[in-house]
């Protein structure tokens, strides 16, 4: 006999065959090698795995203790007390019953977090200010994959409105959502304006945004260049794509790529990564006047702080743009540039550390002019 949310559940099994009390959707099945199974909305749901030892054995216990949790989970079923916990719980049942793999491994990745901060709510408790929280806290997570997890997790609680697990979405129309990053084209920036930020940086920035001007690189490859990292036989900079924690591994070799990551530059360039090198020969080498190493958080700072500069302001205002910019529109503009010039898919995608379909996918509306004007300069009539 278990005591499971007050209310006393016998369910000790005896050959498949329940005792008297409430009769619970529990018992053992053959598949997947045997184990006890929950029937909830006509669909199975496993409890634990292993022989059939009820009632006193070890994987019948564990059955148990799981199927009690499971039950205490529908405490305020149908309205807006039920815990946010369990809404979680109950959409990643769902997601697994119905094989949407895709959808599961994002809402466990995205929504974890929020479940450990704020699992124990109750729906009607979340506030706007629990998910900016949330958000904020992720600092690995750029613009759009906060854009992504604001969805899911309202999406979550729309999915619990029509199963009938609560009354009303708690976020709703309450909050903006997360503004989407625009990528690829879209996100290029005139060559005025680009050269324009520069010269409104500080020295220490300006070598930063130079980088991502002149090299197409990622903003968080420049943040961890080391002296080690420079190669100087190509003239070039190396990460390698066996590296090891707290070495920096690039992202690429994140994915399971076995290529290392060259990022290329002119040789102008490459003696000004020797010079910080000098200055800096422990750790990255690029770092703020205050002696501190760049990271998304205060390279975002500075940038924000050169926007509201009055030369950078009164040339936005002039040329009509809007929407924010970051130091990733920089590498937008320099692949942007390199399509328009007629490199090859597959040259810039190793120049710049991706695929050539990621580079076609997002680059391959460059300006019709610049096109035409290639053609007729290899011999087109």
Known sequence: MGICGGVDIRIYQDKGKAMRGRKPSIGYRQRGGGGYFFTHNGKPI???MGPD???NGPTYQAAFKKWCQLQAQDTNRGTNGYAVSALFNRRR??????GK????????????PFADKFGKLPCADVLPSHVRLWLQGQSTWGQNTKRLAHKLLSGCFTWGIMEGLITSNPIKGKMEMVKERVKGKDARLSAELAELIISQAGE????YLTMCRRTGARPEEIENVTAAHLDDADGCI????KAESPEYLHKQARKGSEKDRVVNMPASLYSVCNALARVNPVGPIFKTLQGKPWTADNRSYALRAILRKAAVKSHLEANKLEGSITCYNYRATW?????????????IAEWCGNSAAIIERYYSRPDRTKIRNLYHKHGGE
């Open 53 to 55: 030892d009820s009632p």
């Open 204 to 207: 220490d920035f300006a070598q």
């Open 238 to 241: 190396v990460f390698s794509h």
């Open 46 to 48: 496993a409890l634990a």
């Open 335 to 347: 692949i942007t540039e390199m399509v328009e010039d007629g490199i090859s898919f597959a040259i």
């Open 93 to 98: 049942e769902f997601l697994t019953t119905e």
């Open 101 to 112: 793999t895709a959808s599961l491994n994002n809402c466990e990745h995205m929504l974890k």
